[in-house]
């Protein structure tokens, strides 16, 4: 059977709670604070079992609606969240509610964009890992790897079922998921794979080849002081996401004019056959 997961709830083991609270410092890691934390979400779940919960703000790293959802202390979870208060949603107490109800990260998108079988499949990379793990993106490597994008991971999924992801042996497979930024140059293995195949962004010198290529188009095609500047902001242009991303992230165009936004991909899609054929 196809099972649909969710990246925050992958398998009834383990939960992710990165993201919790919203207001942390981006780069926040509970892992580095493990012990300190485990001691905190013990005291919040006996403190909200003992009496009902009243308005009390967050401030810092911490909330204290986070607490473990199951006895065994192996699941990390919201504890105001309706599916724990019969359909009562409490997380406005915190008076980050809102913020609650809407945050989802990229990576969760991306993993929702996946058929099951390719969700299992990615899924392999983080089997053995613990909710503090799995919460971390220094040890849970599928949060990198979302980053890619669910268009790519799609085709190597397909080429490896029904074998499942395992770490080391997937990166030595594709050497380029190791990279850094790949939000920012997605876009380019994207369009590479589609007129290149598989086989090219698998090839032990891509990585190599790829980096020249990055740079060469950085060098020769950033120009955002050129764009007048009441253009519009790149990401509100209706850009396919893995363009705009490019071209936001890793050409440095804040702002940018649709023509010269569809010029730069006609350059690209050019430079590419040069770099790959
Ligand atoms: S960081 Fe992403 S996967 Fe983790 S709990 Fe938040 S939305 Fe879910
Ligand atoms: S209220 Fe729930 S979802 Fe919001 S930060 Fe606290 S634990 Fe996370």
Known sequence: MDIHRTLCFPDGLKTCFRC???????????LLYRSFVERELREHTSALKERPPGVKPITGYSCWGLGYLDPDYRLVGCLLHPARNNGTDLRHLIDYGSKCRTATCREAVHFEALAGRRQSFWHGLCLDLDSFEYSSPRSNPLFHVLLWGPQLLTFIAEKELPEIARDPLI??????????????RRYLVERIERKFGLETISSPRFVERFEDYRKTLARFHADPATVPPDAPFTHRL?????????????????????????ELRDLIDSDMLKWFS
């Open 20 to 30: 919790c609270p919203p207001i942390r410092p981006v780069d926040y890691d509970h």
């Open 171 to 184: 990166f030595e497979r594709y050497p380029f998921l190791r990279l850094p930024r790949p939000g920012a």
């Open 238 to 262: 209706g850009l396919d996401v893995s363009f705009s991303d490019f071209v936001r992230l890793e050409l440095n165009y804040r702002r940018i004019t649709q023509q010269r936004a569809l």
